[in-house]
């Protein structure tokens, strides 16, 4: 019994290492020929014929033929360069790109360009949507019960031979696949020629809209990207300071931008230039007009920051029902070594409790007091972190006082967890 078991192994392990190596062939070749697909894919020719109406006597009639074409795209891109200077009003400014890529097998040649953010192949209308229903669920025919061996060595072979077959049954699967999804690839390209229309990649919350782009272009179908302007936006923006000092003691200069152009942003990545030197590579998302977004300038070494090291004390409290206190001190320092008045938000946590047996107070800042300047404020955010807004005048400083307890069971124990 253990020798067929045994041979009947090896015979399923061999014919599994050999659908492995069909199975890696496959897919070599399918990446060698894949990019080759659009190449390889069958030019098709067709007409159109067009019967046009007309009076009786001889004019002359102007035709504008349109139509769609498959495998083409569109994405937005954008160079976005801020001026900050101190001693002037600052500046941003943004290049708005169009990056088109085409695989039509068409050359575009000297092409007036209009791009869209309208998805034809959606459609206009929306989805509708089925009836959920929940019944209990019915069971068909007898559950086979599992017959346990008397020897321990040929269970244990069974179940291994068995862990074998559906491996092999596994690759075999997937084996098939693989073959079928070169045989289909036509296919495939055909059904995409129907979807992937001239259009905008990015998911929109508002109506279509087009740019249309002033100058002539030439794109041929080599499927790399060709960039196209659509405009160049003076836009205003207000800067800010955000400073977290658990996690560094540095402040991250931020630009809020309100879109006063007459286009729609739509999400792309971005290039962002701070007085004509490269700072990053971020992305924004879906702009509408008159919306405000973000873009991240760095850190800035005019706001100066110490976070000083964080005092904690334990004690045990109570006498018939003991509790454990902890308090946790600390204070945070910035400076303001700029010659303009600068707006800085402090970020710090205070720890939420999860159980009705942990109880944490907030000892300082007092949320109920109001600070003795109007601009500066101290909020409790959703995410339970406290936010400090401070107003700080050239060569001006603050100092942000924090600290709390938490308290607890004494025959417990506590622990602390992240969770963004």
């Not at 045994?6 to 020929?33: C, G, M, P, Y």
């Not at 569109?74 to 801020?82: F, G, K, N």
């Not at 036509?186 to 809209?209: C, H, P, Q, W, Y």
């Not at 100058?215 to 003076?234: C, E, F, M, Q, Y």
């Amino acid at each position: 019994m253990l020798s067929k078991i045994d041979k009947e192994t090896t015979q399923e392990q061999r014919q599994l290492t050999e659908l492995n190596s069909r199975r890696n062939a496959l897919t070599v070749k399918i990446n060698e020929h894949g990019s080759q697909a659009t190449t390889n894919r069958r030019i098709e020719q067709r007409e159109v014929t067009i019967t046009v109406h007309v009076a009786s006597s001889k004019i002359d009639v102007a035709l504008e033929v349109s139509y769609l074409i498959s495998n083409c795209s569109w994405s937005a891109s954008y160079d976005i360069r801020v001026d900050s200077g101190e001693e002037r009003q600052p500046k941003t400014q943004l290049t708005y790109y169009g990056i088109i890529v085409n695989k039509s097998q068409e050359n575009w040649s000297d092409a007036q360009f209009s791009l869209s953010t309208a998805t034809p192949s959606l459609g206009g209308a929306a989805p509708k949507l089925a009836t959920l229903k929940v019944n209990c669920r019915q069971y068909h025919g007898v559950p086979q019960r599992v017959m346990s061996s008397y020897a321990g060595g040929i269970s244990a072979m069974s179940t291994s031979f068995s862990k074998t077959s559906r491996k092999l049954s596994d690759v075999r699967e997937q084996t098939s696949l693989i073959s079928s999804a070169s045989s289909y690839n036509d296919d495939e390209d055909t059904s995409r020629s129907i979807v992937n229309v001239l259009g905008s990649k990015a998911e929109m919350s508002f109506s279509s809209t087009s740019f249309t782009i002033p100058r002539r272009s030439t794109i041929d179908a080599d499927g790399k990207p060709h960039k196209l302007t659509i405009g160049v936006l003076d836009l205003v923006s207000t800067f800010s300071y955000t400073i977290v000092p658990k996690l560094s003691v540095h402040a991250y200069l931020k630009a809020s931008t309100l879109n006063t152009s007459d286009k729609y942003l739509l999400a792309g990545p971005a290039s962002i230039f701070m007085n004509n030197n490269f700072v990053t590579h971020s992305s924004i998302d879906n702009v509408c007009i008159g919306d405000t977004f973000d873009l991240p300038l760095g850190i800035d070494s005019g706001i100066k920051v110490e976070y000083k090291p964080v005092k904690k004390t334990n004690d045990t409290q109570g006498i018939i029902s003991k509790t454990h206190l902890k308090t946790v001190r600390h204070e945070t320092h910035i400076t303001n070594t700029k010659t303009n008045e600068v707006v800085v938000f402090v970020y710090d946590q205070f720890p939420l409790s999860s159980d009705e047996k942990i109880k944490v107070n907030l000892v300082h800042p007092d949320l109920r007091r109001k600070d003795t300047n109007p601009h500066n404020s101290i909020t409790l955010k959703d995410t339970n972190n406290l936010e400090w807004k401070c107003v700080l005048p050239s060569r001006g400083e603050c100092r942000l006082p924090f600290e709390y307890t938490v308290e607890w069971p004494h025959d417990k124990d506590v622990e602390f967890k992240e969770e963004l």
